[in-house]
């Protein structure tokens, strides 16, 4: 299955990941720091648990739930 991230999530996934590494609790500093690197991050963070969902069904029951997840995608994104 090839999975499809728009790119501000893939930002959003690389700046937490970094993040992290200065400050391991998800506290407020933790956020602070996310937020100086991008003002977007609570619709990232919605849009990185959607995926999250969504590979995990099409992982539980992949022929079934692969049409589905693609057309969730193109349906949130407006791909054609």
Known sequence: ????????VTVFILTKGCCTNSERKHNQNF???I????????NEEKDLLTYW????KA???PQKNNKTFLSVLKQRY???
């Not at 299955?1 to 501000?8: A, C, D, E, F, V």
């Not at 937020?35 to 609570?42: A, L, R, S, T």
């Not at 969902?53 to 995990?56: A, K, R």
């Open 35 to 42: 937020n100086k690197k991008g003002k977007d991050y609570e």
């Open 59 to 61: 992982i539980d029951n």
């Open 31 to 33: 956020w602070n720091l």
């Open 53 to 56: 969902f969504l590979i995990q």
């Open 78 to 80: 407006n791909t054609g």
């Open 1 to 8: 299955m090839t999975l499809l991230i728009r790119s501000g």
